[in-house]
């Protein structure tokens, strides 16, 4: 589903009438709300759909599959997402 497309949805579950240019800007605002708040380090809970949040990942080794040359991986931040058990049921 592209952006477009769930906007379109947005709008059709809302059951409110809102133009599309508004409809693109609350996505957007969700968004942009929700890299923020991981920027910040916070968690971001969805009740019914889940939890975001930020792991660190440490510094590592890997292998390049190709060459089976050892390769460092810097340290990164990563986001993780974890279903809410409302969602788990509702895909089960």
Do not use: C, H, W, Y
């Amino acid at each position: 589903m592209t952006k477009k497309e769930f906007t379109d949805a947005v709008i059709a579950k809302s059951g409110v009438t809102i133009t599309k240019a508004d409809a693109q800007k609350i996505v957007d605002a969700v968004v942009a709300v929700t890299v923020d708040e991981l920027k910040d380090g916070k968690k971001v809970a969805l009740n019914g759909l889940g939890i975001f949040d930020v792991v660190d990942k440490p510094a590592r080794e890997v292998r390049n599959p190709r060459t089976g040359d050892k390769v460092k991986v810097a340290a990164a931040k990563a986001a993780k997402f974890k279903a809410a058990k409302a969602l788990k049921d509702a895909l089960n």
